[in-house]
């Protein structure tokens, strides 16, 4: 088990070669770039990923793949930038190690929901990281003590048309489909939130370092009544820069797509799930690929495809509703409720990635931020966390995102594991 993650460890030392010695446009650093994906894959093949629950280990080699490449070939990362002549390892090393790999901190989550500002003292951090630890640990290990039975005979004897069917489908069924849904989505978040509170309690306890560097991995879930909120406001953002800057690369550098224009933000989002489909068959090499590429290519395009079609009902609520109050006050405005609001993407200049023309240019739409009713108002998602809508529109969006999740979810199992028996 051990020689497996070997690899792995050596790609570290590789990328801080490149961070710390090699120019920005060296043809080393794609031959470093290439030694890095080579040890990654071979880890990512090793018992020791597959050990830790939620893939959570394989996720971490793939992002490892893709944030050196963000750094090294993409943003052209150098310690030089900083004008911080003799920090130049610091630096490296800070960025190998990144508690967040890239993220702004204005796509963080705060310590306090409402004061962002809040910080808390070195040992409230490590009581609260370790209380952490423990629960998360004993979560994970109740989920699979006491995994519920499901039988082959419950995928493979089981038609198509699951919303076709609803008045008909078994007790059984929906209870499987419900269980698979939330054991899919909460064994992730307490494997990766376990891993975060381990390294915080390491990084702050052991290495003295600022707890402040360590903010929360995953956001309120009172945020995600839409499945756009959902993965903006309440899931982790690890590997997201490394996604968002890939696919930006792809559609506005290569295919020469505008920026700021709603075909390449959408394209962009596209894009970005199609690399996160990619990365959860990446993790999983003990499913055949053809039992698992398609299920996780509709998986994460049929959450791109909700995404979208949130943002086309709220654009024809604003048009319905604009013209109903110019009717009634030729005058007036429209009064459109704040929790009508489409974020895209945008630039949010990374705080520590070299901020030199070159880099701005890519990243042009590499990051999140909503727009009001009036696009001049521009906010945050600080000032969109604050802005809740009314309880009820959160109630219907929350049974929205329930309902799709285990529809999507319950829909990707079935056709692995009907690929899979057959």
């Given at each position: 088990m051990i020689d497996s993650i070997v690899p792995f460890l050596i790609a570290h030392p590789v990328l801080f070669i490149g961070l710390s010695y090699t120019q920005p446009s060296s043809p080393a650093r794609f031959a470093l770039q290439g030694i890095i994906f080579i040890c990654c894959f071979i880890s990512r093949l090793g018992t020791f990923s597959l050990s830790i629950p939620g893939q959570a280990g394989g996720q971490y080699i793939y992002g490892m793949m893709m944030q050196s490449?963000?750094?090294?070939?993409?943003?052209?990362?150098?310690?030089?930038?900083?004008?911080?002549?003799?920090?130049?390892?610091?630096?490296?090393?800070?960025?190998?190690?990144?508690?967040?790999?890239?993220?702004?901190?204005?796509?963080?989550?705060?310590?306090?929901?409402?004061?962002?500002?809040?910080?808390?003292?070195?040992?409230?951090?490590l009581v609260t990281r370790f209380w952490d630890l423990i629960w998360t640990v004993a979560m994970v290990y109740l989920i699979n003590r006491y995994r519920l039975n499901i039988w082959q005979d419950d995928f493979t004897g089981v038609p198509d048309g699951f919303l076709r069917r609803l008045p008909s489908v078994t007790p059984r069924e929906l209870v499987i489909r419900i269980y698979v849904a939330v054991v899919g989505k909460f064994e992730p978040y307490l494997a990766l939130r376990a891993g975060h509170s381990l390294v915080s309690i390491i990084g702050v306890g052991v290495l003295s370092d600022d707890p402040k560097r360590y903010p929360p991995l995953f956001g309120s879930v009172k945020e995600a009544y839409r499945v756009r909120r959902f993965y903006v406001y309440f899931w982790h953002h690890l590997i997201r820069k490394a996604f968002t800057s890939h696919s930006s690369f792809v559609v506005n550098d290569i295919f020469q797509v505008p920026r700021q224009t709603e075909a390449s933000r959408?394209?962009?989002?596209?894009?970005?799930?199609?690399?996160?489909?990619?990365?959860?068959?990446?993790?999983?090499?003990?499913?055949?690929?053809?039992?698992?590429?398609?299920?996780?290519?509709?998986?994460?395009?049929?959450?791109?495809g909700a995404i979208i079609l949130e943002d086309v009902v709220i654009l024809a609520y604003r048009q319905l509703t604009r013209k109903k109050v110019d009717r009634t006050n030729p005058n007036g405005h429209a009064i459109e409720p704040e929790q009508f609001k489409v974020e895209a993407s945008t630039a949010i200049q990374d705080e520590n990635l070299p901020h030199n023309n070159e880099l701005k240019k890519r990243n042009t739409s590499t990051a999140k931020i909503e727009f009001d009713a009036n696009p001049q108002n521009a906010s945050g998602p600080e000032s969109a966390r604050n802005e809740q809508p009314s309880k009820l529109f959160r109630a219907l969006g929350f049974m929205w995102v329930a309902a799709f999740e285990v529809w999507s979810t319950s829909k990707f199992l079935y056709l692995t594991q009907q690929c899979l028996a057959s």
């Open positions: 490449s963000h750094f090294m070939l993409l943003a052209k990362a150098t310690p030089s930038a900083y004008g911080k002549p003799g920090n130049e390892l610091k630096w490296s090393m800070d960025m190998l190690f990144s508690a967040r790999w890239g993220v702004s901190p204005k796509m963080l989550p705060a310590f306090r929901r409402k004061d962002h500002s809040y910080v808390p003292t070195r040992w409230r951090f959408y394209l962009v989002l596209a894009l970005t799930f199609f690399m996160s489909a990619w990365m959860h068959v990446f993790v999983s090499p003990n499913i055949p690929l053809r039992c698992n590429a398609w299920p996780q290519m509709r998986f994460y395009f049929s959450i791109a």
